[in-house]
């Protein structure tokens, strides 16, 4: 087939050289230089800040979900690469190595026979995987992506994997031996948010939060429940914050912003604060969208928020990115997006460029600061729920 | 809240009792379902949001029962106030069955449907039809009562294909359970 297909392509090569080649070879003595054969492009081990991981659902075939690596701040070839992931794919860059760890699901026979778990570990620069941890017992938490589900703890050594199958989990990996360390038991509490030096907090059903240090195999040492803060019912947070150095900053259902404090063994919370609401909601602003919280690196925060914001918009995207200054509590000031928007992230560059995922899969990027659109980039995945700065 | 609990339990029973191969998922499944807050939620809500809900542009499915008015293709269709997913009546299912050879998921999460013709809150189970890929067909996504992952048993956010033979996600069904408030 292959040779067929080139002689076909040389012989049409041919008849076009026969039209065009008398008239335009004198404008041209040489001819262009040949080109090496096989070529594979690489990339920086360390990625520019104007990067951005882009992690794609991909709903309509969810066994070959993907991750887009692509450079907001370019004027073309904006994708550089891509990362598969696998079945409710997770993505998470470290940012002490040349590593992107995915957390991803397969079955042998793609959609039946026997269920693989796994971490692959992808090398920065080549985007070739370069290791795997497989993770035992089949109970990797499948859902649509949240950050949370697959982070770091100790310095970036360890990961932790959130596992459901309805009862909660968390596994904890020795990256650097590349095997499992623990399996911990979460009844009610969900998600992991790195805490402190070595350990993790989870958000629990009942309101609270339950922190959990880790000693130095893995396993659960000291554990502090906090009081019940999250009002699930009324005011739910939703469960991808911003983060601030070690603070995070959650949006809730009806636009508060409450501040936690992960720096020590156990999570600390801050308090909530209200986002005064501007005229012009129909019946309110309330945030909305996928990933609707994101931070620059001066600790400003930006919401993607919805005018028509009521019980169940909490994820039907939104038209104006609002920035808080969390440490004012104060609304700094509203950029209006071009486009209804499903995600929200800040790069983290002194001049940060803030980047909107839109449902067709296409992105929008602003400057930050004065909120001017720069330029949309169309192609980069099917379903963009959350997406990564590069730190 | 408390019949509504009561109802939970009997549902519990009463699956448990009629799946005996997978009665300890179900169990759990039903416990969780029964510790939910349920809300008599609105509906009819069009929606052509970013997650999903365009009209199918399917041939219209009805139940031919003036009971259970609508489209089943749409979805704005009465049962789908809390649905994410793709509707397996445009999948080869129906809004009460799975597609052929997908298997259904015996744990799921939970909506309360108010029914426009008799105006009767229904408890609608979402379970989830597994074992081929995404659909693909009819994506719909309605997020009334909807909750974070951090109370599972109210987020329709999770691949519920939980204690089937294979985890892959195909559609989605919107079964009725009961009604959600006892009728004085």
């Known amino acids: 087939m292959r040779r067929a297909a080139s002689r076909i392509a040389i012989a049409m090569t041919i008849a076009a050289l026969h039209v065009a080649a008398p008239a335009i070879a004198a404008d041209y003595p040489q001819p262009l230089p040949e080109e090496p054969v096989p070529a594979v492009a690489v990339l920086p081990e360390k990625y520019p800040e104007s990067w951005v991981f882009v992690h794609d659902l991909h709903f309509n075939s969810l066994p070959d979900g993907r991750v887009a690596v692509v450079d907001v701040a370019a004027e073309n070839r904006n994708v550089k690469g891509q990362i598969p992931a696998a079945q409710f794919g997770n993505v998470l860059p470290a940012t002490t190595r040349p590593e992107i760890l995915v957390g991803e699901t397969f079955f042998s026979r793609l959609t039946r026979g026997e269920r693989t778990d796994v971490i692959t570990i992808w090398d920065a620069k080549t985007l070739s995987p370069k290791g795997e941890i497989v993770l035992p017992g089949g109970k990797r938490g499948l859902f649509v992506t949240l950050k949370n589900s697959l982070q770091f703890t100790n310095n970036e050594k360890w990961a932790l994997v959130f596992n459901f199958t309805p009862g909660s989990s968390v596994t904890v990996v020795d990256l650097d031996a590349r095997k499992v360390l623990s399996d911990i038991d979460l009844p009610g509490c969900s998600l992991v948010y790195p805490t402190g030096p070595r350990g993790f907090t989870s958000l629990c059903a009942d309101g609270t939060m339950t922190s959990i240090a880790l000693d130095a195999a893995g396993r659960a040492g000291p554990t502090v429940t906090s009081k019940v803060f999250n009002d699930i019912d009324k005011d739910a947070l939703f469960m991808s914050p911003a983060m601030v150095g070690r603070t995070a900053w959650f949006a809730s259902f009806t636009g508060n912003i409450r501040g936690i404090d992960f720096s020590g063994a156990a999570a600390r919370d801050l308090g909530m604060f209200e986002i005064a609401k501007p005229a012009g909601g129909d019946p309110e602003w309330r945030p909305g969208g996928w990933q609707v919280i994101t931070a620059d690196k001066a600790g400003l925060l930006y919401v993607l928020m919805n005018p028509h914001g009521k019980e169940g918009s909490h994820k039907d995207g939104g038209t104006e990115a609002w920035v808080i200054d969390p440490v004012k509590k104060a609304l700094v000031r509203r950029i209006a997006l071009k486009n209804h928007s499903v995600s929200i992230e800040a790069t983290q560059q002194a001049s940060p460029l803030l980047v909107a995922s839109k449902p067709d899969g296409s992105l929008d990027v602003y400057d930050a600061a004065t909120g001017a659109f720069q330029r949309t980039i169309v192609g980069v995945v099917h379903d963009p729920m959350t997406m990564t700065a590069a730190r | ?184």
């Open chain 2, 1 to 184: 809240m408390s019949h509504l609990d009561s109802f939970a339990e009997r549902m519990t029973r009463k699956v448990a009792r009629s799946t005996s191969r997978r009665s300890l998922l179900t169990l759990i499944g039903g416990a969780i379902t029964g510790a939910a807050t349920l809300p008599v939620l609105p509906v009819s809500r069009a929606q052509a949001q970013s997650h999903g809900g365009t009209p199918s542009g399917m041939a219209p499915q009805t139940t031919g029962n003036p009971q259970d008015p609508g489209d089943q293709t749409q979805c704005d269709y009465w049962r789908y106030c809390a649905i994410d997913g793709f509707l397996c009546s445009c999948c080869g299912g129906s809004a009460s069955t799975c597609p052929p050879g997908t298997e259904m998921s015996p744990i799921t999460w939970i909506g309360t449907c108010r029914n426009p013709a008799d105006n009767r809150a229904y408890i609608i189970s979402y379970n989830d039809c597994c074992g081929k890929s995404s659909c693909g067909n009819c994506l719909c996504n309605r997020n009334d009562g909807d909750r974070p992952m951090v109370r599972p048993q109210a987020n329709n956010d999770i691949n519920w294909c939980l204690g089937t033979e294979s985890a892959i996600y195909n559609c989605s069904t919107a079964v009725i359970l009961g009604v959600a408030v006892d009728e004085k």
